[in-house]
């Protein structure tokens, strides 16, 4: 479920990134945009993942983790792009050939549907195998609401220095 939390606030900055982009200095270049905002997506959930989502688990030194992050998102960044580089430039799904509706249209489902499910579903296998391969190796943070297990010590209602008096 964290996963996912954090998979879909990675998305909506990817959206808000590349459409960003889109609309301003890489108008012509949608899978330029595409990519930078999926890198810059990957750098937060990084560290959004290894904080929250797989927080327990790990079982490597961080620079080796981070190494292992780094490629597999590297290909889960091209996973992302592939079908919209495909709607571009194979199938021709770009302006003059078609509207700039369809284009728009095109660009989402293969972009931002597609591109992002086939990485999410490769990401969420790669980091357990690879990234944070062992399960519970780092403590999980103290839970505020547990009910201790043995009471807590009372102290005297009557300090000792009352009773010396």
């Known amino acids: 479920m964290k996963f996912l939390i954090v998979g879909g606030f990675c998305y909506v900055v990817s959206l808000v990134l590349n459409y960003g982009?889109?609309?301003?200095?890489?108008?012509?270049?949608?899978?330029?945009?595409?990519?930078?905002?999926?890198?810059?997506?990957?750098?937060?959930?990084?560290?959004?993942?290894?904080?929250?989502?797989?927080?327990?688990?790990?079982?490597?030194?961080?620079?080796?983790?981070?190494?292992?992050?780094?490629?597999?998102?590297?290909?889960?960044?091209?996973?992302?792009?592939?079908?919209?580089?495909?709607?571009?430039?194979?199938?021709?799904?770009?302006?003059?050939?078609?509207?700039?509706?369809?284009?728009?249209?095109?660009?989402?489902?293969f972009g931002m549907v597609i591109g992002v499910a086939l990485a999410m579903v490769f990401r969420l296998w790669a980091y357990r195998v690879w990234v944070f391969p062992h399960d519970d190796v780092r403590p999980a943070p103290a839970n505020r609401y547990e009910v201790p297990t043995q009471p807590a010590a009372v102290p005297s209602p009557v300090s000792s220095d009352i009773s010396n008096a």
Request: aromatic share 10%.
């Open 21 to 109: 982009l889109r609309l301003t200095v890489l108008d012509a270049k949608p899978v330029t945009a595409l990519t930078i905002a999926n890198v810059i997506a990957t750098v937060v959930s990084y560290f959004l993942n290894r904080e929250w989502s797989f927080r327990t688990r790990g079982g490597r030194r961080r620079h080796h983790e981070m190494l292992l992050y780094s490629v597999v998102n590297g290909i889960g960044v091209a996973l992302n792009s592939a079908p919209l580089w495909v709607a571009q430039y194979i199938f021709g799904l770009h302006v003059p050939n078609v509207s700039r509706t369809v284009e728009e249209l095109s660009d989402f489902i």
